[in-house]
């Protein structure tokens, strides 16, 4: 089999998983409840967010929140702060792929 096989989590509970974590890029599979967020920090790659379940409200620098819908993937800069937060009813569910690997950065 040449193929690599990579499962993620299908609950609705918070959750964060790393899913791969390969030389070229690291992909995190994210699960936020209403009210649940993501500590404020600065992107350690250049980011992808892959919106593929409800709305993400988004703070990037200090630009105004704006909101991500399922649908959408959102690229970040490399150095970005950001918050990420669900202030709606639905659950939000996203993809995140950081190219290249932080790692290139000397991050982890």
Known sequence: MLEKIYGFSTLD????EKLVDDDPLLINHM?????????????????Y??????????????????????GQIVNIPYHTKMNVNNFNEAILE???????????????
């Open 31 to 47: 699960v936020l409840p209403k009210g649940e967020g993501l500590p404020e920090h600065y992107s350690n790659s250049n980011v």
């Open 49 to 70: 967010m892959i919106v593929i379940r409800g709305s993400m409200t988004l703070t990037l620098d200090e630009q105004e929140p704006h909101l991500y819908r399922c």
């Open 13 to 16: 509970t918070k959750n964060i």
């Open 94 to 108: 996203f993809f995140v792929i950081k190219s290249p690997n932080p790692r290139k950065y000397g991050g982890v």
